[in-house]
């Protein structure tokens, strides 16, 4: 498949990147510095970001998939909503038959009803960019686009690449230590799974331990 990938140069980013051209993917990585990205087999590297909706509109022209992992972390929430935004309208003019992105746990359910944000065990300094993901995931909702959000676990960082993890679709993901838990590595098995094979068109899933 042709993807074009929006925030390759990132921690989850760059795992797809790995994924993705491990698998044979042909990948259009769109960057601010693309002397931040080595030559590899099947990857083109372009100069751009998320605030240039036209530019987004031509590097996704063409591919089978626009892929964002654009995160603006916990410190600056306020940049992923007008992100999204930009993304999503790009998206929609290039004609791109999918738009596939990095949603956030904090909007998944911890008890049925009751989202690990409405939980309060949520800790205050990652509140902010975890309500940004759940207005993100309305705007791609109400886009009228194929969209897929795949939510990580609780804790998602960098590890091991295990291939062994579990989907459900709204649900926070625990293991039997009650830790809910993904490595960027199986994450990105788990999006490049979802390109690969759609089972989660127009909604929102999630992968953890």
């Given at each position: 498949m042709k993807i074009t990938l929006y925030g390759a140069t990132g921690q989850a980013g760059s795992r797809i990147l790995d994924e993705l051209l491990a698998r044979g993917h042909q990948v259009t990585a769109v960057v601010r510095d693309p002397s931040k990205l080595a030559?590899?087999?099947?990857?083109?590297?372009?100069?751009?970001?998320?605030?240039?909706?036209?530019?987004?509109?031509a590097a996704a022209r063409g591919a089978d998939a626009l892929v964002s992992a654009y995160g603006p972390g916990p410190e600056n929430p306020q940049d992923?909503?007008?992100?999204?935004?930009?993304?999503?309208?790009?998206?929609g003019q290039s004609g791109v038959a999918r738009f596939v992105f990095v949603g956030g746990a904090g909007t998944l359910e911890v008890a049925p009803g009751v989202s690990l944000i409405a939980s309060g065990h949520l800790p205050q300094e990652w509140m902010g960019i975890a309500v940004a993901h759940?207005?993100?995931?309305?705007?791609?909702?109400?886009?009228?686009?194929?969209?897929?959000?795949?939510?990580?676990a609780a804790f998602f960082s960098p590890g091991e690449r295990t291939g062994t993890f579990r989907l459900a679709k709204d649900t926070l993901i625990a293991d039997?230590?009650?830790?809910?838990?993904?490595?960027?590595?199986?994450?990105?098995?788990?999006l490049v799974d979802e390109l690969e094979n759609p089972r989660h068109q127009g909604e929102r899933f999630t992968v953890g331990y």
């Open positions: 030559a590899r087999e099947n990857l083109t590297v372009l100069a751009g970001d998320v605030n240039d909706v036209a530019g987004v509109a992923l909503l007008p992100a999204t935004k930009n993304l999503l309208a790009g998206a759940g207005d993100a995931l309305e705007l791609a909702a109400k886009s009228g686009l194929n969209w897929t959000c795949l939510s990580p039997e230590q009650h830790q809910s838990r993904i490595s960027m590595e199986d994450y990105a098995i788990a």
